[in-house]
């Protein structure tokens, strides 16, 4: 009970898995309630968002963890006023580019559609500035508070329109849901920042925020962008090769095993501090130790979960989703393999981030990325929806294989 306890007070777990659910949502209620070439334009527009989503992040929020409580300690108001208008312009230039070209080259994208969607990716990208910001001031109940009314704004707004929902209600939904916990974060938190006396010109500061994220980030933009190359980028590129209805399928049995990915989120973010502690601390043969018994003490667990989440989402399947998707649930034992496969390598994945080998997953992303643009396309050419399940599979089973050789070999005595 002390232990749940304990749990239940961890609002930063609880956030995340919050944002985990939000993205299992998007992908359940637009695949429910969506008809089957909404549906598909939603997959492919949403992946480009995600896109921008990833650059922009990697840019402006993720590196406010590192500055807010270091280099720009003594300038908080100054530098964060700063990044928040960078992130906005970016977010707003990179999703009208990201858009247009979507809708030259994939897809048809209507005026309204368009705007709604430019809105959702600038208001996502400025709720990911302000979740980094909580989470670099440790102030988290606040930001709870609003991930839990994103939420629950977003499911009830599906339910309301339910089969009535279109293209552009769906995006003037993500839309809505992300204005109010912004305006509530931004709001009841009020950041207290010391505003500084000196006259330090406005622009050479800018220049030296831009210079230390960038510096900060340019490695990591690279691999986020051959991470989304593997995974969201994929439905874009194989949107021209299958039909509506085999796109619909296939991220929707993705997405109804979704939840495990918060079982492995969870894992992650339990795991790191402990084996981070135990490598700071000069025992790598603790370590070691400490890995392997990870792997023994998940595996039966992991299994038992992944059969069970199969189990009632093949037999729930046609209940939820009725007969559109009917012929193309086998693609959920496919995926089920895809999951058991990237819980596998999280053992190893545990012990690389612990000891910081950050190049590993540079690596293997870029794996993953070159895997997807030519196995991947030949597979789905030859035997569409189930020729692109299959490349995911292999897609992960690459980047299993290389983390657990990596971490093999950079614990080897």
């Excluded at 300690?73 to 990044?83: A, F, P, Q, R, V």
Aim: charged letters at 15%.
């Amino acid at each position: 009970m002390n232990k749940l306890i304990k749990s239940l007070s961890n609002f930063g777990l609880i956030e995340q898995s919050l944002i985990s659910l939000l993205n299992f949502f998007i992908i359940f209620l637009n695949g429910k309630f969506l008809s089957v070439k909404d549906f598909a334009d939603f997959i492919v527009i949403f992946s480009s968002l995600t896109f921008v989503f990833l650059i922009v992040s990697s840019l402006w929020a993720n590196p406010i963890l590192v500055f807010l409580s270091t280099k720009f300690k003594d300038e908080n108001y100054k530098y964060l006023n700063n990044i928040y208008w960078m992130n906005l312009v970016t977010s707003i230039l990179l999703g009208i580019i990201t858009l247009i070209l979507v809708d030259v080259f994939v897809r048809n994208i209507s005026f309204s559609v368009f705007c709604w969607a430019l809105l959702t990716i600038v208001l996502w990208c400025q709720y990911e500035l302000l979740r980094k910001q909580s989470y670099a001031k440790d102030s988290l109940s606040k930001l709870m508070n609003a991930s839990i009314f994103l939420v629950l704004l977003y499911f009830i707004g599906n339910l309301v329109f339910n089969y009535q929902l279109t293209l552009t209600i769906s995006y003037l939904l993500l839309t809505i849901s992300y204005i109010f916990p912004i305006v509530y974060v931004i709001t009841s938190q009020r950041i207290k920042h010391k505003k500084q006396t000196n006259l330090l010109s406005e622009n050479v500061e800018r220049s030296i925020i831009v210079k230390s994220h960038w510096d900060f980030a340019k490695w990591t933009i690279l691999g986020s962008g051959f991470y989304w190359f593997s995974t969201q980028g994929y439905f874009i590129l194989v949107a021209n090769i299958l039909s509506d209805i085999e796109l619909g399928a296939l991220r929707t049995t993705l997405n109804v095993l979704g939840l495990i990915s918060i079982f492995l989120v969870l894992f992650e973010n339990k795991q790191i501090p402990k084996a981070s502690k135990i490598y700071f601390e000069k025992k790598e043969n603790q370590l070691k130790v400490y890995i392997s018994s990870l792997s023994k003490k998940y595996l039966l667990p992991f299994l038992v979960l992944i059969t069970i989440t199969c189990f009632i989402s093949y037999m729930a399947f046609d209940l939820v989703f009725g007969e559109q998707f009917s012929n193309y649930k086998y693609l959920i034992v496919i995926f089920g393999v895809y999951q058991l496969i990237l819980g596998l390598n999280r053992p190893s994945v545990v012990a690389l981030r612990s000891m910081n080998r950050t190049k590993f997953f540079y690596v293997s992303n870029l794996l993953s990325a070159i895997a997807t643009v030519t196995i991947g396309l030949i597979l789905a050419s030859e035997f569409t929806v189930l020729g692109a399940a299959l490349s995911m599979v292999v897609s992960a089973s690459l980047s299993t294989i290389y983390f657990i050789i990596s971490y093999k070999k950079v614990t080897r005595v």
